[in-house]
């Protein structure tokens, strides 16, 4: 009994934990670099991810937060039954459950009552609508982000990453930037 | 003295956090008691009915059309909603009103499902924000609690006309 107490206890006494980037798997197979990576390297960066700032749902613009991917949870079904299986196995043998949803990690450009020019969107210029927001990779060209399915539902908001934990010539605190070329036509709230 | 009062509250600490741990755990992962407000799931679920859900099946993605969600909604994150499935993803659902002459039809998309209220008249449902996404879904309902009379299993929709097949 006392190994499950320690597992929830580890896992909820820090309302942070790790991820690793998979740049491949994350983003779209076909070009499989990093999309939010200005250095261009290949390889994966382990990010820290905080969940306790992100309860109440600020963001700001710029932030870089890892959201619950949207698209295609039925097609997983045989990866997903492999993952519970793993799930399974993990919380009761490694103590810490892993979850088979998708999570992808993009920057937020806007945010709801901002209007925006879009790139590769259906429509060309936005109004973010109440209670979501507009995310997008670095790199626009190999990015699966709000260009491909518009904005994101506040709801779907997973977590606030906050460092750059590893390799180690890349520690660093992410801070929230926006890129200039990209700012809100028109601000709704400052 | 001190130091037993101190042990003592330490220990006491200590099994509130672990108990804490152990109810967000089964809260997330396992199932709660929900009080339902509104009339939209009329009459399959009334104001201020409580009922019980569980979030085993969306974590296993067993969420059949018919099931009653409990749902984040999607354009104010910290309220949630009661509705029941009518299409998963690639369902052919009805997005006109009963009430419209001209009848439109589309497809759910990818990772979305769509949600509509027993009580069609009265609710804000899909039909209004359009399809929903899977991951925006908390907990499946599957028994009703409160009140005593109306205890069990919940009902099929009372809108069977609504699911369309293939």
Known sequence: ?190 | MLRNALGKAFRFLGYTVQYGCIAHCAFEYLGGIVVCSGPSMEPTIQNSDIVFSESLSRHFYCIRKGDIVIVKSPNDPKSNICKRVIGLEGDKVCTSNPSDFLKSHSYVPKGHVWLEGDNLRNSTDSRCYGPVPYGLIRGRICLKLWPLNDFGFLRASPNGHRFLDD
């Open chain 1, 1 to 190: 009994m006392c190994h499950i107490y320690d597992s929830c206890f580890v896992r909820l006494a820090s309302a942070l934990y790790l991820v690793v980037l998979e740049a491949s798997g994350l983003y779209v197979p076909a070009y499989g670099k990093p999309s939010l990576n200005p250095g261009g390297r290949e390889a994966s960066d382990v990010v820290l991810l905080n969940h306790w700032s992100i309860r109440n749902y600020d963001v700001q613009r710029g932030d870089i937060v890892s959201l619950v991917s949207s698209v295609s949870f039925w097609r997983s079904i045989p990866f997903a039954t492999y993952t519970w299986c793993l799930n399974v196995v993990c919380l009761f043998l490694l103590r810490s459950p892993r979850n088979p949803e998708q999570k992808i990690i993009k920057r937020v450009i806007a945010l709801e009552g901002d209007i925006i020019k879009t790139i590769g969107y259906k429509k060309k210029y936005v109004k973010v609508p109440h209670g979501h927001i507009w995310v997008e990779g670095d790199h626009h060209g190999h990015s699966f982000d709000s260009n491909a399915f518009g904005p994101v539902s506040l709801g779907l908001l997973h977590a606030r990453a906050t460092h750059i934990l590893w390799p180690p010539q890349r520690w660093q605190k992410l801070q929230p930037m926006l890129p200039p070329e990209r700012k809100p036509l028109h601000r709704e709230q400052e």
